[in-house]
């Protein structure tokens, strides 16, 4: 009992009782013609009887089997008659033929269907008594509009429905490979970071070795003592050398080693873009900046002059550099105006942002903290440009926060830094701890250089340190970025969006032919048919003289044309039979016109009428 309920629920929720009962009611509803259920066809009534049970087993083999669902009311339909189009049937066929279409993806099960339909009348034609060629052309034309054109009704629906659920897949692996390269592109910029650390490690670390060289050659050293000077200069050396190798590992394919010292300024760089013919002017307000905020106030700078130079050529660009006393924060701000050529639109190539829109998800302006802006991903930069979502990671590593967008008609970039070394360790600490013992260990290594000469073994042991600490972190950003490449790798959305289009394509392009193709081919088949038929049944004028009454049918036929004025019987526009007669035939006159015609009229087998009738209902 529980089975047969939750069938029935199933059946409720797919839809298939919904259907079976679309299918069913009208063919009790539909007002046959009186020849259809008429030999050589079974009664209708029976057909109907039986077509109940045998539509609901349509129905619900319909989604594994559909040519079998669509078989079943084209198998009713020639049963009740060889033409197959019936009003009872009628809504029934093109329902199921419409799913056949649907539920299938290849054209074969549609076209064999199609083409099986058409054989089983042609097969009828020959073992069925009554059924005449003249029925199988109908029965042809017919199945072009009740199963074909159905049928690539549904082919069309099921082609729409893949294009657009391709469109959504294409959408979401976009939106994923989004996120993926903003990802990447904050893992390449941490690179850049360890790059930077590199440069100014390096450059501590040699110091290290200058005062340990400088102690070993001391006249006032005993011996030990310069031995431990040259063991911490050896150190020093092979730690520098050790940084070098492993950041060159770091680098990106094709990336070319720095040409700028690691010292320079924002100064030099605004002179340098001044020099080049940019009208740029730096407002330069602020003090000395921790390393960390002092390499990300460099980037800001040259990434926005480099936007501004590549999208708006020939603007003003203003570069400020403030306090911010009572907030803790520096602020550097590159500001463009209107280029020449106009505004800037509010979606910038390359860059990817709206009016207001922090490089955040689209949040709204309100201040976004470093640690809730940890791990979300960044819009996408169009073009294949992803400067300002590197240059977001780098203001987020040293506790700031970045703002760009549209700013009357031009483009402003606004980031703010901490002051003090505090907030830049504080915003860091979500994303890298191993960087961050790297920057500790920076300092500590600059502090022993400066005291090398107290605690030469100290400082030795402290470059050590230094060198396999960087290590670490250089090779955990290196791993993190190569995984980031390999799970960035571009989709094949694309393929698949022109694939599902070509195939919808295609199906409107089938839609049209097929039917023309069987337009086509029935005419000519069709009138072919007529015209040699029409000139089959002209009755002689002189064996019409000839015929007298009494005479038997069977010495007749030979003398008699082989078909009659209508193949498929009596005429629709003759007289009624002479009373008492058991069977009238209609022959024409004239190969051109089916009126008049002669009628002759057998009772016990013998002639019994001749007459000549109008077969055309006045």
Known sequence: M??????????????????????????????????????????????????????????????????????????????????????????????????????????????LFFAGVCLAGLAAVYLVPGVTLSNWLSLVTNAVAIILLPWLAGRYARQHDELVRTG??????????????????????????????????????????????????????????????????????????????????????????????????????????????????????????????????????????????????????????????????????????????????????GMGVRPGQRLDRGLPEAAVQPEQRAGRGLPQAGSGGYGLVSLDERVRLAGGTLRAGPADGGFAVTARLPLTAGGAVHGAEAASPTTEGAVHTAEAAALTAGGAALAPEGAALTAEAASLTAEGAALAVGGAALTAGDAAAPPDSRRELALARRKIRRSVIDAIWMPVVAAAALLPLTSGYDLYTAHRSVLDAGVYGELRVGQSLASLKSRLPAYQVDDDGRPRGAPADPRGTDECRFYRISADSPSPAHRLCFTSGRLSHKDTVSTVRR
Do not use: C
């Open 2 to 111: 529980n089975r047969l309920r939750d069938m029935v629920a199933k059946a409720f929720r797919d839809g298939d009782l919904l259907l079976w009962a679309a299918i069913t009611v009208p063919m009790f509803l539909a007002n046959e013609s009186p020849e259809v259920g008429q030999p050589p066809g079974l009664p209708l009534s029976w057909v109907r009887i039986a077509a109940v049970p045998l539509l609901a087993l349509a129905v619900a083999v319909g989604r594994r089997w559909p040519v079998v669902a669509a078989g079943v009311p084209a198998a009713l339909a020639l049963a009740v008659t060889p033409e197959l189009y019936t009003d009872s049937f009628m809504i029934t066929q093109l329902l199921l033929a419409f799913l056949l279409g649907r539920r299938t993806a290849s054209m074969r099960p549609g076209l």
């Open 168 to 349: 959504w897949e294409l959408a979401e692996r976009l939106e994923r490979e989004r996120d993926l390269i903003g990802e990447r592109m904050r893992l390449v910029e941490r690179s850049r970071i360890a790059g930077d650390m590199h440069d100014s490690l390096g450059h501590d670390l040699s110091l290290v070795a200058l005062s340990a060289a400088a102690l070993q050659v001391h006249p006032g050293l005993d011996e030990p003592a310069r031995k431990a000077a040259a063991e911490l200069r050896a150190s020093a050396a092979l730690a520098t050398e050790r940084l070098r190798e492993i950041i060159g590992v770091l680098r990106e394919d094709g990336e070319t080693a720095p040409v700028l010292p690691s010292g320079d300024t924002v100064a030099a760089l605004v002179n340098r873009a001044a020099a080049a013919g940019m009208a740029v002017r730096l407002d330069d307000g602020l003090g000395s900046l921790t390393p960390m905020a002092d390499r990300a106030a460099y980037r800001v700078v040259q990434e926005a002059l480099t936007n501004a130079a590549k999208h708006a050529p020939g603007a003003a660009v203003t570069v400020r550099l403030d306090a911010d006393p009572a907030a803790g924060e520096a602020v550097i701000s590159v500001v463009n105006t209107a280029p020449p050529a106009g505004p800037l639109p509010e979606t910038l190539p």
